[in-house]
């Protein structure tokens, strides 16, 4: 799409290679290749599924996950909610200039993805709409004599399914429509969201929400899992990386989840490929033909895009899924798409994190005079309104080896992972290597789009 | 059209040469296991 945060990864141009690029997708084919038989020898038994959590000793364990910690950062998650739709609703209308667009598309929306991997679950002590649910209802109790309603139970066949629809409304807002970086449409984006979630969390309960529902709670959680801190009854402690995936309780959309983080970055890398602008004016024209005019025409062409990405994400995984069914050991395609769904979560952060990093790095940057001027008004609160974003920060080769590298460490993360679990699933060692044939082929299948996407970008 | 670009294409394919590769050798020992299975 048109806008100033679609085409992100093309922020830097062609690096200078001392080999084809595509070459680097046969290494990585056979980095991959060697993990999957080092696993086989070296990893017979499920390792991750039986990982230990250990506090942190004293207040070091203690104080980061205590009340008025938490308190505070829920008031500052609630604070920055309330800058993001007063600027966009006040601020002026160009999306560069505004504090909004660039604090929920740039810093938000991807910079919290490595603070995850890295930090764990940060977001849920931020989190502005559990903090407002939490406070309402510790008053509302307070003030109803019988105390509230007990709220529904939240149901099964929803699963992870709210979230799903979320990040792919989310997707639709950032690659889809024309205008969705605009301020005044973030703002009002977040409003509708906002009330959304208030509703459900009446519902079903502020913490049931959050923990199944509410998509920036959901898809921060699944990259937390990732990293070797974990909060246990208020307590910060330490697990092996990688182990609280092994933990995740996958269900209902949980896979589709994973297919539209998957499907909304490639398409956004496939948005800048020959492929896609050979297609795009056709798919437009048609739908001008039937009776739209051309900016609808032309969103309704890139949704139709966007929903293919995801579909044929999706669908590589269940070929994978069905292939690991023809093996044997008597499981169903929707057990074992749930079973090893957790091996898409790192294959999710190497696409947020490659397709993104440029991006993160130069556009982040923009956050430094913005929280000067956030309205773009000319003020200067902090003396940082003149600031300039430095783009020398990282060169174009520098850049494709980070990438390469976030490419070729997610999916040998995602092939640990599915390896852990098939050991954990099947009783027989040998069948639970041969299912992880065809979860291999789906890592190598993603890692070849992943860098075909990089090089289309870098094109 | 597009044998003109055809040095693009065929550079968009090379990144999918080990996916085809590793498939198409998928597909065959699927092929052969089933023949294994019914012959033995």
């Known amino acids: ?459 | 059209m597009y044998f003109a670009h055809a040095g693009h294409w065929l550079t968009s394919i090379a990144y999918f040469v080990p996916v085809l590769a590793f498939l198409v050798w998928l597909g065959v020992t699927h092929i052969k296991d089933r023949r294994n299975r019914s012959g033995g």
């Not at chain 1, 680097?24 to 038994?45: C, D, H, M």
Request: glycine letters at 10%.
């Open chain 1, 1 to 459: 799409m048109i806008t100033l945060f679609a085409h992100a990864g093309g922020l830097i141009g062609r690096s200078d290679l001392p080999i084809p690029e595509w070459l680097f997708g046969w290494a990585a084919a056979i980095v991959l290749v060697i993990s999957f038989v080092a696993l086989a020898v070296l990893w017979p038994e499920p390792r991750l599924e039986r990982a230990r959590w250990r506090p942190l000793p004293g207040l070091l364990g203690r104080v980061p996950a205590s009340r008025p910690v938490e308190i505070l950062c829920g008031a500052i998650g609630v604070a920055l909610l309330g800058l993001v739709i007063y600027a966009g609703l006040r601020g002026t209308q160009s999306p560069a200039a505004n504090f909004a667009p660039t604090f929920v598309f740039v810093l938000f929306w991807i910079g919290l993805v490595p603070v995850s991997v890295i930090f764990g679950d940060v977001f849920r002590a931020f989190n502005p709409w559990r903090a407002v649910g939490r406070a309402v209802g510790w008053a509302a109790g307070r003030v109803v004599r019988n105390g509230l309603p007990a709220p529904l139970q939240y149901p099964e066949r929803l699963g992870h399914w709210p979230a799903a629809v979320g990040v792919f409304a989310f997707a639709v807002l950032e690659l889809v429509i024309s205008g969705g970086d605009k301020p005044e449409t973030v703002a009002i984006a977040t409003l509708v969201y906002s009330a959304l979630t208030f509703v459900a969390m009446a519902l079903y309960g502020v913490e049931a929400w959050s923990a199944r529902g509410e998509t920036y709670s959901v898809y921060f959680n699944l990259f937390s899992r990732i990293s070797p801190f974990e909060t246990r009854d208020r307590v910060l402690g330490l697990r092996p990386p990688l182990s609280g995936l092994a933990h995740l309780k996958a269900g209902a959309g949980t896979a589709p989840l994973l297919a539209v983080m998957l499907g909304s970055v490639t398409f956004d890398g496939a948005g800048e490929a020959p492929l896609w602008t050979g297609i795009a004016p056709d798919l437009s024209k048609f739908f001008e033909n039937l009776g739209l005019s051309p900016q609808p025409a032309f969103e309704m062409a890139f949704l139709v895009g966007l929903t293919a990405a995801v579909l044929l994400v999706y669908g590589f995984y269940r070929l994978g899924v069905a292939g690991a069914r023809s093996v044997g050991g008597g499981f169903d395609a929707a057990t074992l798409s749930r079973a090893f769904a957790l091996s898409l979560v790192p294959i999710a952060l190497a696409y947020v994190m490659a397709h993104y990093f440029t991006y993160l790095l130069f556009r982040g940057q923009a956050i430094g005079f913005l929280v000067s001027d956030p309205l773009g008004d000319g003020s200067d609160l902090f003396g940082t309104a003149t600031k300039q974003i430095d783009y020398g920060l990282i060169g174009a080769t520098a850049t494709w080896y980070w990438q390469v590298a976030f490419v070729v460490l997610g999916h040998a993360a995602g092939l640990t992972l599915a390896h852990d679990r098939a050991l954990a699933l099947y009783d027989d060692a040998k069948l639970a290597v041969r299912s992880q044939y065809w979860m291999l082929a789906v890592m190598v299948g993603f890692t070849s789009l992943a860098l075909w996407l990089l090089s289309q970008a870098n094109t």
